[in-house]
C-alpha cells in the first residue's frame, strides 16, 4: 500500500542502506572468526538494545504498546533471526554471495504480501522482481568466486533469513504505518532486549569477549553493526517504509550484492564481467518496479 512515487530523498535513503547494509556482510564474516554466531548475534543484540534504551525514553508516549505483537514480529523477523543466520552463513559463504542472496527479500515480500497481507501488485513489479531475480541468479550461478558449491544448506539459511525479513516488512507496512520509525524499532527491543542479554550469558559470548585475543577487535565489529546495521539502519528502513511502500523499501537488497561485492573488493573479493553484468540486470529491475 504505497503512499506515493519515490522522492530523490526516498532514493538517497536506499542508496545509503545499501552501503551501511552491504559493510554488513563483511564486518559478520570478520566477526565470525573470532566468536560464534550465536555469540555474535547476542552480543549484537545486547548492544542495539543498550542504544536503543535511551530511544525509548525519549519517544515513550508516542508508542503504541497496544501493537505488542506486530512488535515482537520487528524484533525477531526484523533483527534477531536474520541476524543469527546470516553470522551461521557467514562461516560457510563470502559476503558478496550473502549480499547477493539477500536480494530475495521483495521476492518474499510481494508473495507473503499478496498472499496475507492483502497487497495489490501490478505488472511493473512483477516484471522488476523478475529481472532482479534474473541478475541475482546471474550472480549466484555464473559468478566462479560466489562458492556456492557444497554450500546450499548455508546458502540456504541466507534464503530463509529473506523470508523473516519479508515477515517484518509486511508487518510494518500493515499495522505500524503511523508509528514513529525510531519508535518502533526501541520499543522492540524494549519488549525482548532482557532475552538478548540472557542469551549472550547463555552463550558465553562475555568470556569470549575478554579472552580471545582479538576480543575487543571483535567487539568493534559487532559494534558498527548494532550502531549501524541494526539501530541506524532499521530507523532508516522503517521511515523509508512508512514513505514509500514494502516493495521499494526491500528494495534496497536489490542494491545490497552490488554493495557488498564492490566492498567485498576491499577483502580480496575480485569483480568480473560477470558481476558487472549481474548488477546492471539487477538495477534495471530495481529501475521498473517502482514504477
Known sequence: MPNRPPSALDWFVLLLLAVIWGAS????????????PIQMAMWRMVFATAIYMPV?????????????KALLVVAFCGSAIPNFLFAVAGQHVNSSLAGILNSLTPL????????????????????????????????????????VEGNFYYAGLCVLATVAYAINANTVNTWLRDQHPAAIASAAFVLTGWMFIFGLWYSEGWQVA???????????YIFYLAALGTVGGSILY?????RTSAIFATSVTYLLPVS????GAFDEEKIGWIDLCGTAVILAGLYIARK
Do not use: E
Request: hydrophobic share 60%; glycine share 8%; no cysteine.
Open 25 to 36: 556482510f563483511l564486518f559478520i564474516k570478520w566477526s565470525v572468526a573470532i566468536f560464534s
Open 210 to 220: 575478554w579472552q580471545h585475543k582479538d576480543g575487543t577487535k571483535g567487539l568493534s
Open 108 to 147: 518474499f515480500t510481494l508473495i507473503l504480501g499478496v498472499s496475507f497481507f492483502g497487497m495489490l501488485f501490478t505488472r511493473n513489479k512483477i516484471i522488476g522482481i523478475a529481472l532482479g531475480m534474473t541478475g541475482t541468479i546471474v550472480l549466484v550461478f555464473f559468478n566462479s568466486k560466489s562458492a
Open 56 to 68: 525509548a525514553a525519549a519517544f515513550w508516549s508516542k508508542i503504541d504498546w497496544k501493537r505488542w
Open 238 to 242: 522503517f521511515w523509508l517504509l512508512q
Open 260 to 263: 557488498a561485492i564492490v566492498l
